[in-house]
């Protein structure tokens, strides 16, 4: 009920109130914050695991509207949570597979007017998606720790693709 809910919002507010409260400990002054996520049965979940996983992300997401926070559980919650896994295990596959390829573009200096090297611009062709821009698979391989083996991708085979190219490049 709407009665419940501010409750819940008080209660919430007045946790996160008192844990940000500046403590002493050992004559230095130490603050730490703290965020909450809220789900509540059974409308978000009826089982443990269910509702700690929604609890979960509506704290993934109060997180990321900053400090001292707190959020309900919703639906697209989950729904985004669900298509950013599918995105990981896709991108996965893709540093295996061969959907990932680097596009050449060409570096001109402004004084000479000559071609003086290339930039490497990652890019994925996804066989179901077509192509997935880096400003959203980017991210997701950070989160997911593969970003260094994508970087390690991207170096080899730019090196491989240069040691191919015409001897003025």
């Not at 996160?16 to 403590?23: K, W």
């Not at 950013?84 to 573009?105: F, I, P, V």
């Not at 994925?124 to 997935?132: A, D, F, R, V, Y």
């Not at 959203?136 to 970087?151: D, N, R």
């Amino acid at each position: 009920s709407e009665t419940d809910r501010r409750r819940i919002d008080y209660l919430a507010a007045a946790i996160i109130s008192s844990i940000s409260e500046a403590y002493s400990i050992n004559g230095h002054t130490i603050t730490i914050g703290c965020s909450i996520g809220i789900t509540l049965a059974p409308e978000d979940g009826v089982d443990s695991e269910t509702l700690v996983r929604n609890a979960d992300l509506a704290l993934y997401s109060a997180k990321a509207n900053g400090r001292a926070a707190f959020h309900y559980f919703e639906q697209e919650m989950l729904e985004t949570a669900k298509r950013r896994k599918q995105l990981e295990d896709d991108l996965r596959s893709a540093m295996t597979n061969g959907q990932l390829c680097l596009a050449y573009q060409p570096v001109v200096s402004t004084k000479s007017e000559q071609c003086v090297g290339f930039e490497a611009l990652l890019r994925w062709e996804h066989p179901l998606k077509g192509t997935i821009g880096p400003a959203e698979f980017i991210p997701v391989a950070e989160e997911a720790g593969l970003i260094e083996a994508l970087g390690d991708w991207v170096l080899r085979t730019a090196a491989r693709d240069l040691s191919e190219m015409p001897a003025p490049v």
